[in-house]
């Protein structure tokens, strides 16, 4: 389907983008988590993803950052 293939796309380049910029931690949801296992080995080891299901996780993990 061409929105997962769009998702995947956007996520491998968003994520150099943010390497680049120096940041480390990305949080994202559970979702997410098939599109984070096909990205590169570096960019897994570079990045700490933090995978959430509710904005209650993603505010808790912006504050513990």
Do not use: H, S, W
Not at 26 to 33: D, G, H, S
């Amino acid at each position: 389907n061409f929105g997962c293939y769009f998702i995947r796309i956007f996520l491998m380049c968003i994520t150099k983008i943010i390497i680049q910029g120096g940041i480390k931690n990305v949080i994202l949801p559970i979702e997410n988590q098939k599109d984070i296992n096909e990205l590169e080995d570096y960019i897994k080891q570079e990045m700490n993803f933090i995978l959430v299901n509710t904005i209650d996780e993603v505010i808790k993990n912006a504050i513990d950052l």
